[in-house]
């Protein structure tokens, strides 16, 4: 084969000083072939070869080891700078670990599972030992000792030493949203058009009243009583995001002001995202340029993502204890529960878990168990340990063991953690086993033309008129008359660079236009038995560079074409395209099954380190309606329903009646503003029952509720922050103190406006920090959608 010839990329290799140029080894070239002419295992092609000239060794060599030397194979048409940012891209991959990762991910744990022990509450009164495993049912426990532990996790929510940690950096890929975020995402369609997020915050604040509020005996605060607390509960709040929904939550609150939670006690910070790699085990491309996609590793990174920010410190300044970790994807999840912290305080116990009850062998639920290992680990000086086991490694037995009921016997975990700091900061560095779970990721699809153009002249690479004016070249053989245009795609060479971005703009792109393309009304492979999915035409403009993506042509069809890149005849397709100089095309795959692996570890992997590790078995009508699925028993639907069950339950035990009515429209629903309620409380002083007869839909709002879906910018009385006494007993890290002057911000010269014989007093001082406000930090889209009539998806990258 001879010296590799790079005239394909001779413009970058001209140019390109600080790339590493290798010399190709004449003998290495040719790949040694078994006798009936068939390529061994761990051998490449020649192709490959071609495709790996010229680049660092390092890296050459860790795509050979990975095989992800098939992401080189849309090098003809890059430009030098565009060349340089793919192989920093797949630096910054760190293939090798990713590999090893997802190694380990196969091979599964040695030992076996037992079924939990449910202790009756009558044993926790006799010197009950708690150990690992243990499970405690909610609907059992009796009236006193349900109140003495409300008692206990008030107190704990007064004195400041409960904090909480919101879930939100999924992307939910199972519901396929726009809003990668479920829990900022208004498409519930409730009756206040709230959000998640904004629902856990009330509950926050609505907590907080309740704890400086006067309570009785049994923990419920007192009706129609004016007397107060001194001071206010702080509880601050952990908001958790990724790459890509760390913009979306922040402006979330932002825009909504914090959701009238001081702005001091909300602190956001981000959890790591690993690349995705597909069934055949290779990256899936985002752009040409070289942004592969990426997912978060579920809620086992909450406790690394907590000790990589200063979350940790802060709880330690702040004196909190224990922390409330929960996810934002339950519209009914009681955050700051009262009962379950006292009965974790209560029983002194590091980690605990909310679990239902599952309804189905199938249900997409983390099963609780008890895990009995062979041998133990370092860390683990026990055999019997809890630990959290996703379905799809579960055995058969395990799924399918039901009790004497009918019910299955293994609970289902809410996503709803109770952990103390101590344990926390004692476990955070230990390791954690990965699971790979199948997801369906849209990606990008680069390929030829269906049938292969026949070339009868010399057909010239078109080159923009960027590299046409640095190199000082023109041809002119060919005349201006006789110039054909180019043809759609990519010419040869003349992808420029592309700029990175922190925020995986392409994918979070990509993501709108596959929920765009979801929801509309197009023919696709819903209910089919073949592996089909749907493919929508993507402009790439090379000026910009700008990829438009026209979702009305998205049409079936299969994941691969003909003349894909990475199909299995990608590098004959690539070495076609080189010698006929042929466009490149790009198309949008929107996948209706599982056609990638994400791994994710989740926090229940933690308590296995622990023998006092327990759960709480809590109603499923009262506290889980998740939004996980489009379809089904996790779905919007589902959940708005369970909602309106529960707060019709709490109106009707306050003494409201409901008028009688044949409406069927979905959307007459019961709300409940969590301002008002949080677990039914205080609803006979709202004056319903002595109202007529309610009608569908309805919305309660709470007390500093001026319109449906709207808070106050200034609440005074909901969120007080002094004494009533006028003396500040809070800790001095709360304390406010009088604001220094603001400092300017600008180098221009500021001037007093008067003490000078030639000041102009008519003309006002210039305010150079409300200017620098308002252009600093910039804050630039690079996720576009354009305005015209077609619907397409315009993502400047």
């Given at each position: ?196 997020l904004q629902l856990c915050c009330e509950r926050i604040r609505r907590m907080a009243t ?299 792109a990509l993501l709108t236009a596959a929920a765009e393309v979801r929801s509309q009304s ?276």
């Amino acid at each position: 084969m001879g010296q590799v010839q790079s005239s394909w990329c001779r413009e970058g290799f001209a140019v390109n000083s600080d790339l590493n140029v290798w010399p190709v080894r004449g003998d290495v070239e040719h790949v040694a072939r078994h006798k009936d002419g068939q390529l061994a295992e761990d051998e490449l092609p020649e192709e490959a070869e071609w495709l790996l000239a010229g680049i660092p060794r390092e890296l050459a060599e860790m795509l050979r080891d990975t095989g992800q030397w098939v992401m080189l194979r849309c090098r003809p048409w890059l430009s030098a700078g565009a060349f340089r940012g793919l192989q920093r891209s797949l630096q910054r991959c760190q293939l090798r670990q990713l590999a090893e990762r997802y190694r380990e991910a196969e091979t599964l744990e040695e030992g076996s599972y037992s079924q939990p022990q449910h202790v009756p509450w009558a044993e926790l009164d006799l010197d009950h030992v708690v150990s690992a495993g243990q499970v405690f049912k909610l609907h059992d426990v009796p009236k006193d000792k349900s109140a003495h532990l409300r008692r206990i996790g008030l107190q704990a929510l007064r004195q400041g030493k409960v904090a909480v940690a919101l879930l939100a950096g999924g992307t939910n890929l199972r519901l396929g949203i726009s809003e990668p975020p479920v829990g900022c995402s208004r498409m519930l369609q409730l009756c206040s058009n709230k959000s998640i997020l904004q629902l856990c915050c009330e509950r926050i604040r609505r907590m907080a009243t309740i704890c400086t509020s006067v309570t009785d005996k049994r923990g419920v605060p007192a009706e129609r009583s004016s007397e107060q607390r001194p001071g206010r509960a702080s509880i601050p709040v952990f908001v958790m995001t990724s790459r890509l929904t760390h913009r979306c939550v922040v402006e979330h609150f932002e825009a909504n002001q914090y959701f009238g939670i001081p702005s001091r006690d909300v602190l956001f910070f981000e959890q790591p995202v690993m690349p995705v790699l597909d069934n055949d085990g290779q990256l899936l491309p985002q752009s040409l340029g070289g942004e592969f996609a990426f997912a978060p590793g579920g809620t086992g990174q909450a406790l690394r993502a907590l000790a990589g920010s200063s979350a940790l410190e802060q709880m330690r300044d702040r004196g909190v204890e224990c922390l409330h970790i929960l996810g934002t994807e339950n519209l009914l999840a009681r955050v700051c529960d009262p009962v379950f912290i006292g009965f974790c305080r209560d029983l002194d116990i590091d980690c605990a878990c909310k679990v239902v009850d599952r309804l189905d062998v199938k249900e997409d639920l983390e099963l609780f168990c008890v895990r009995q290992s062979p041998v133990s680990t370092q860390f683990a000086d026990i055999e019997d340990a809890a630990c959290g086991v996703d379905i799809t490694e579960a055995p058969n037995e395990v799924l399918n063991l039901r009790n004497c009921a009918g019910t299955l016997t293994y609970g289902g975990s809410i996503n709803s953690v109770y952990m103390s700091v101590s344990y926390a900061e004692e476990v955070v560095g230990r390791p954690v086993r990965a699971r790979r779970l199948a997801r369906a990721v849209p990606f990008l699809d680069f390929h030829l033309e269906p049938e292969p153009l026949v070339v009868t002249e010399r057909v010239l690479p078109a080159r923009s008129p960027r590299s046409e004016a640095e190199n000082g070249t023109r041809d002119h053989s060919v005349s201006e008359r006789h110039r054909q245009p180019p043809p759609p795609g990519v010419p040869v060479g003349c992808w420029p660079a592309e700029s990175t971005s922190p925020e995986l703009s392409c994918q979070r792109a990509l993501l709108t236009a596959a929920a765009e393309v979801r929801s509309q009304s197009f023919p696709g492979p819903e209910g089919s038995n073949e592996d089909l999915c749907w493919r929508c035409d993507v402009h790439l403009n090379c000026d910009g560079p700008v990829a438009v993506v026209r979702v009305k042509s998205a049409k079936t069809g299969p994941a691969r074409l003909t003349r894909s890149l990475l199909g299995d005849r990608g590098v004959e397709a690539t070495v076609a395209a080189h010698a006929a100089a042929l466009p490149l095309r790009c198309s949008l795959v929107v996948p209706t099954k599982p056609n990638a692996w994400v791994l994710e570890t989740s926090i229940l992997d933690y308590f296995a380190y622990t023998d006092r590790a327990v759960a709480l078995q809590v109603p499923r009508l009262q506290e889980f309606a998740p939004v996980r699925e489009n379809k089904g028993r996790h779905s919007m639907e589902s959940a708005r329903k369970a909602m309106h069950v529960l707060h019709s339950s709490w109106i009707t035990m306050a003494g409201g009646k409901f008028a009688l009515s044949t409406n069927s429209d979905p959307n007459a629903l019961v709300e409940v503003s969590p301002l008002l309620s949080y677990d039914g409380e205080g609803l006979g002083s709202t004056g319903i029952c002595d109202a007529d007869p309610l009608r569908l839909p309805l919305h309660l709002p709470g007390p500093s509720e001026v319109q449906v879906g709207t808070l106050q910018e200034a609440d005074a009385t909901n969120v007080p922050d002094e004494a009533t006494d006028g003396l500040d007993t809070r800790p001095y890290y709360l304390q406010e103190y009088p604001r220094r002057l603001e400092v300017s911000c600008s180098h221009v010269p500021r001037f007093l406006s008067t003490g000078g014989p030639n000041c102009n007093t008519s003309i006002a001082p210039c305010d150079f920090s409300r200017e620098w406000k308002a252009t600093w930090p910039p804050t630039p889209s690079r996720c576009e959608v354009s305005d015209d009539l077609e619907g397409r998806y315009s993502q400047p990258i």
